[in-house]
Structures are given as C-alpha cells and as structure tokens.
C-alpha cells in the first residue's frame, strides 16, 4: 500500500471515530426518553385498567368515544411538531386502543373481506389490539352486532372503490343499532413487498379495480413487471408476501400485518379522493363539543314537504352539513332522506327541532350523534405524498 492509500485508510479510520463519537451520546439520550415513553405508557395503562373498575362498578360502558375525541383534540392542539398531526392521531390511537383492550377486549365487525378500505378505516379508528371479524354484507354485520358477537361494526357509505351503499338506509329502519362514529379514509394505492428496491421486481399483484386505477403508473414506473390481477387485496398481499420479488397493490397500513414495506406510496393514475365509513354499535355516544347527528326521513310527496321538514333546522339556527335523497323500495315512500346536522341530539337546539321535524314528515329516525371527523387530516393536508 503507497503512503497516499495508507493516509487514505487512516482519515477514513478518524471520520469513523468521530461520527461514533458524535452518536454515542444522541443514542444514549434517545435510549433514555425510550425507557421513560415505556414507563409512561405503562403508567397510563395502570390508570386506564383503574379507570375500567370504575366505569363497571358504576354500570356503565367502558368505551367513550367523546372521551377519546377530546383527548386526540387536545393533543392535536398541543403538538408543535415534528411530529405531524396525522402521526400523532395513529400514534395515541395504538395506545388507546391497548388501553381498550386492557379495559374490556373488543371484536369488531367489517364489511369484508380483508384488506379492503373498511378494514383499513376500521384498523385507523380501532387500532391494530382488537379482534376484527369480516361479514360477507350489510345484514350480516347488522345481525352480528345486535347479538352481541361483535362490539361495533364498520360499513361503507362513501367509498370510491366499495360503493356507495344505499342499502343501509333499508336496515336502518328496524335496526336496533346506533350510529357510534365515523371515519375517512383516503383512497389510495400503494405498493407494497418484501423486496429492498423497486427495479427488483418482477411481478405485481393486484386486485382488478386496483390495477385499473393504477395502471399509468404501472407502466411508466415498473415496465419489467408482470401484472397478476387478483380477485381480492388480501389474495394480492398473501402472494406477494410469499415471493421476494414481487409486491401487491394495497393500502401502507396493511404492511405490517403481512411482514412488508413500503415501495411507493399513493400511485393512483387520478387524484386522490376520501371514502366515508360509518361505526355502528348498541351504545349511544354522548357529546364531545364538535358533533355530527345523522338524521332519515319521508318527507309528503307534495309541493313544500320537504321545506316545511327542514324549517325547524334553519329557524334554530343549526348548520346542516349535508343532505342526499335515496329511493326506498317500501310501498308508498318515494324517497328517504339522509341529513347530517352540527350538534348532538341531546343538546336542547337540536332535540327541539328534531321534534317538530318529526310532526311534519311522515317517518323520522335520529340514527345517532357522534364527534365529527377531521377530512383535512384523512386527506393528508401537508401536501402531496405520491413517490415517483
């Protein structure tokens, strides 16, 4: 080895040193605040297990979502970064959702089947520490819950790629079942696999509406894939899971339960859009300070019914977020009416109009209040995150 290999080596050699030298005392710290997050969660989850005897000696249900609402609201308005907000919401949503478990286990039903965006928005809002059971319908999952089998269920009402779902409307009338939540969830497509690298792939699996939706991308960014269309996600995610190179078409937060990473996120061809799920369960949600009560009516199939019904709504004052019409197949009823209000039935503005709504229609059923969701956070509001 020439001197100028040698002095080479030996500057190399100092970098090395150095850096440790500069990392040793930044882990030391990190490692320091990581047993201290340790012992806090698991103080916090003491006082959770201690808060959990009470509510069942006081006989009253253990879950409170108005409760968990106001927690993540305020740390949302606490947080002053780097952390983002959405982090910060699947962050303490993980630790809520041990907490559930330690309190009272949870099983969960969704319209399956697995690996589809209900799943996915029912992981978001229940976190990955609760049971979760696919139902192969609506009626299933209806009948589920109402026997006591699962807890909560969690059905589509806006959703890009499972449809909207009008029928729900129909069960809704002899349900016994109220409306507990709800969730958005963005639509988007990522690319997931065991492999360390893009250009290492040599096929893709994707469930057929999937592909279409990402075939552009496809094309441009892995031209020496193969594509394998699949029947459902989880079908995708099972195989590729079992080939090192080869990767599914899924949503980022399937990626751990199938031992995977993360390639390439939001990979649609269109523009990213939000699906809109809805919770379901026995329990009725007491008010949070920023809720959603959704409302079905028939309103009379005659000039003005329909703004003799939404009068009391405008005279109290209360902002109606959103109103749809959906055809009924029950014999004399043209229409249902879905409508969303800003408030919680139990606040004495929105109980009086629902009262005098319901003397000037010819059906009314208040389905439930719930906290209302944030969309700008489900959407990603800190810019676009599409990896090209």
């Not at 649609?268 to 009516?297: E, H, Y």
Request: aromatic share 6%; net charge neutral.
């Amino acid at each position: 080895m020439n001197a100028s290999n040698k002095d080479s080596g030996r500057s190399e050699k100092r970098d090395e040193n150095d850096q440790s030298e500069n990392l040793s005392p930044l882990r030391r710290q990190v490692d320091a605040i990581d047993a201290q997050i340790l012992g806090l969660i698991n103080q916090r989850l003491e006082l959770v297990r201690e808060i959990g005897r009470c509510k069942r000696r006081g006989g009253g249900g253990v879950l409170d979502r108005a409760r968990e609402a106001e927690v993540i609201g305020r740390l949302v308005e606490q947080n002053r970064g780097p952390l983002s907000q959405e982090n910060l919401r699947h962050i303490f949503m993980e630790i809520i959702s041990v907490a559930r478990e330690i309190q009272q286990s949870q099983n969960v039903a969704y319209l399956g089947p697995e690996a589809t965006f209900t799943h996915v928005a029912a992981m978001q809002r229940f976190g990955h520490f609760v049971k979760y059971q696919p139902q192969p319908s609506i009626d299933d999952l209806f009948r589920e819950v109402e026997r006591g089998g699962c807890h909560f269920g969690v059905v589509p009402v806006e959703n890009a790629m499972e449809g909207a779902v009008n029928h729900i409307l129909d069960i809704f009338l002899n349900a016994k079942l109220n409306l507990c939540g709800e969730i958005y969830q963005k639509v988007a497509f990522d690319l997931l696999s065991t492999a360390p690298a893009r250009n290492t792939l040599q096929v893709v699996y994707a469930q057929t509406q999937a592909f279409a939706l990402c075939r552009g991308w496809l094309r441009r960014h892995l031209p020496q894939a193969v594509i394998r269309e699949t029947d459902t996600t989880a079908r995708a995610l099972a195989k590729a899971s079992e080939r090192p190179a080869a990767a599914a078409l899924a949503n980022f937060k399937m990626a751990p339960d199938y031992g995977m990473g993360v390639l390439a996120t939001s990979i649609n061809d269109t523009a990213r859009c939000l699906a809109r799920f809805l919770v379901v369960g026995k329990q009725k949600t007491a008010a949070s300070g920023n809720d959603k009560t959704s409302v079905m009516f028939v309103a009379d199939d005659r000039p003005g019914a329909l703004q003799n019904v939404l009068t009391p709504i405008t005279r109290a004052g209360i902002n109606l977020i959103n109103i749809t019409s959906h055809p009924t197949g029950h014999a004399g009823w043209k229409d249902f009416f879905l409508m969303d209000l800003q408030g919680h039935r139990d606040e004495t503005p929105v109980q009086r109009a629902l009262d005098e709504m319901a003397s000037a229609c010819r059906y009314l059923k208040c389905l439930g209040s719930y906290p209302r969701a944030d969309t700008a956070v489900a959407a990603g509001k800190n810019g676009d995150d599409h990896a090209d």
